[in-house]
């Protein structure tokens, strides 16, 4: 823009004084000072970075398939502002939000229809081989081992011929207790440093 602006001649106060909750309830310690976060333990970041899930964070990720915002739900100005908010009927999106994500569905659609209905998120690349990972790991973290559409689903991704999803598939078997579906004999190095740490049963 050409316009003229307006130089801010006083530094932003810090509003936050004592306060910690951020700091305190950040699921993987991504806040490492007031003001400060690393990156590379923010889930928000770790969701749509591609590669390797790190992981030393597959379990805090928990059931979010897109995004963190534990830090600002508990941020004392950000709970004001909602609770002043809570009457707008404005939306972000055109469409409806949605109260859940099926990972079923991340893990049986077709990459042009998780495109369709997700392509509003960040996707790295626009590849939605990110977005099966990230559900990959979700599956491991709250799926039913006893469950016939989970079990089907380790299965069918345990065979995948993307060695990237296959090696979050090994993950999520073992974490399920279902490691009587991983392939010992696989040959791809991701998948080989999987299997070589294999996370205990949750």
Not at 63 to 88: H, L, M, N, W
């Amino acid at each position: 823009t050409s316009a003229d602006l307006a130089v801010a001649t006083q530094p932003v106060e810090d509003g936050c004084g004592a306060c910690r909750r951020c700091i305190d309830n950040c699921p993987t310690e991504a806040i490492v000072a007031p003001g400060v976060i690393d990156a590379n333990k923010c889930l928000a970041w770790l969701l749509q970075k591609p590669g390797v899930f790190d992981r030393n964070f597959r379990v805090a990720l928990g059931d979010r398939i897109y995004g963190c915002d534990d830090c600002q739900e508990v941020c004392p100005p950000t709970v004001r502002f909602e609770k002043k908010s809570a009457g707008s009927n404005v939306t972000i999106s055109s469409k409806e939000p949605k109260a859940w994500v099926s990972v079923a569905k991340i893990l049986t659609s077709d990459d042009a229809s998780l495109l369709a209905e997700f392509g509003v998120w960040y996707i790295a690349d626009r590849d939605p081989k990110w977005l099966r990972r990230n559900a990959l790991i979700i599956l491991g973290n709250i799926g039913d081992a006893s469950n016939g559409t989970v079990i089907d689903l380790m299965k069918r991704y345990l065979r995948h011929p993307d060695a990237m999803l296959r090696a979050h598939a090994v993950w999520a078997a073992a974490r399920l207790g279902l490691n009587y579906l991983i392939d010992k004999n696989e040959v791809d190095e991701l998948v080989q440093a999987e299997l070589a740490v294999l996370p205990s049963v949750k």
